[in-house]
């Protein structure tokens, strides 16, 4: 055995059974379902408990990410739907039909953020047309953060099984 098959059996470079790539995942949607439109959950908690004080900066906060989230939206929306439809179907295609498993990868890593995105964005217009203040604002951040919870929950269970069905294709193949 030589130095490189050594190093290639110590860094596995295949995606699904790198422990990197599920530390990633986990630490991917820890941070999208704590940080909802820009705002930690622990800052909606707070105005949800004491109000005031609290409850003031909570709505700032949540107007500052809303505005400029919809400005990004209203100026480049077009080129940034675009894109990520580019590099998603590219992932797709090169993942699903040409079997590369990093490609399939970034794709379960990605997909179900640009879906997490695009509540975002209806949150956000809701949140812009009327629900910015007092106990609607912390109704519709709290519903947004249980809907990325759901997304993130099918898509963590669908990336474990299609990688586990990649890994059995790969140990029965050797």
């Not at 050594?6 to 990633?24: A, G, K, P, Q, T």
């Not at 709290?142 to 993130?152: C, F, H, N």
Request: with cysteine; aromatic share 12%; net charge neutral.
């Amino acid at each position: 055995m030589n130095v490189t098959d050594i190093i290639f059996e110590l860094i596995d470079l295949r995606s699904f059974s790198n422990l990197w790539f599920w530390i990633m995942l986990a630490v991917q949607w820890w941070m999208a379902s704590h940080w909802i439109l820009g705002v930690p959950f622990d800052m909606i908690l707070r105005a949800r408990k004491h109000g005031g004080p609290a409850q003031d900066a909570l709505e700032d906060l949540t107007r500052v990410h809303v505005n400029r989230l919809l400005h990004i939206i209203h100026v480049s929306g077009g080129w940034i739907i675009a894109f990520a439809a580019f590099v998603l179907s590219g992932l797709a295609v090169t993942g699903f039909w040409y079997g590369a498993e990093f490609s399939q990868a970034v794709f379960c890593l990605l997909f179900p953020l640009s879906v997490c995105l695009l509540l975002s964005v209806q949150a956000a217009h809701r949140i812009a047309d009327g629900e910015h203040k007092g106990e609607a604002l912390q109704a519709r951040l709290i519903k947004l953060r249980l809907a990325v919870q759901a997304v993130g929950m099918v898509s963590m269970l669908l990336t474990a099984v299609w990688g586990m069905y990649q890994n059995l294709n790969i140990s029965v193949l050797n």
